[in-house]
């Protein structure tokens, strides 16, 4: 199994500016996720994080609003840029290796937007 | 296009009772089913999946490929059941993301 480190665990920020979100593994993966969880909504995937690559985003998230790195096998980081209270969301990390289908999950971060 | 839908928001019970969560997929290949769970103050983790065929704390889950469900099933519920829960699909092969559904809040009253 893997374990997921995420800071913050939660954040109040001010509309119009941007928070890096950071994912540490405690082991080398292949694929990591970014979801967003909506207060009283399912989790709903953000993008892939790709190694050495830029992000594959899901239809309706874009890289200038959701900026992510991934310089190694090991950390991620996700940017919620520019804002709104719209953004206000659980925002989760997780990691997947091809031949364990079991997803581990980093513990959130709980980020509120005034 | 991927879809799972569990129609229970929440779901109350008491000790000792059947418990049943259900879930229900779209897809027009062949998935790969997982449930979820999430108690409180913990993270999401994964409690069981379809291929493996194993009970885990007493549920079970058969995917009925003509139902296209995935329900979630224990015979007698525990206090320590009371846990938000997610229904998620996968594709075998191909893209590795999950697909949740909108989860069901199980409470199980004393």
């Known amino acids: 199994s893997a374990v997921i480190s995420q800071k913050p665990s939660r954040d109040i920020c001010q509309r119009g500016t941007s928070l890096t979100i950071q994912c540490q593994v405690d082991?080398?993966?292949?694929?990591m996720f970014w979801y967003r969880q909506q207060p009283g909504q399912s989790l709903t995937l953000i993008a892939t994080?790709?190694?050495?690559?830029?992000?594959?985003?899901e239809s309706g998230f874009v890289i200038d609003k959701f900026p992510i790195s991934r310089p190694n096998l090991t950390f991620s980081t996700l940017t919620v840029s520019n804002m709104s209270p719209e953004d206000s969301s659980i925002y989760l990390c997780?990691?997947?290796?091809?031949?364990?289908?079991?997803?581990?999950f980093g513990q959130g971060t709980r980020l509120t937007v005034v | 296009a991927q879809r799972v839908t569990q129609p229970e928001k929440l779901l109350s019970v008491f000790k000792g009772a059947p418990v049943e969560l259900k879930c229900n997929y779209s897809?027009?290949?062949?998935?790969?089913l997982f449930w979820y769970v999430q108690y409180s103050r913990q993270r999401l983790q994964l409690l069981l999946r379809?291929?493996s065929r194993e009970s885990i704390k007493g549920f079970t889950a058969d995917l009925n490929k003509g139902e296209t469900s995935f329900h979630l099933k224990k015979p007698f519920a525990q206090e320590e059941d009371s846990a938000m829960y997610y229904c998620?699909?996968?594709?075998?092969?191909?893209?590795?993301?999950?697909?949740f559904g909108q989860g069901t809040r199980l409470t199980i009253n004393p």
């Open positions: 082991s080398q993966v292949t694929m």
């Open positions: 994080a790709n190694q050495g690559s830029e992000a594959t985003y």
């Open positions: 998620a699909l996968k594709r075998i092969q191909g893209a590795q993301k999950l697909v």
């Open positions: 997780s990691v997947q290796e091809p031949l364990n289908t079991e997803a581990f």
């Open positions: 897809y027009s290949g062949s998935p790969e």
């Open positions: 379809h291929i």
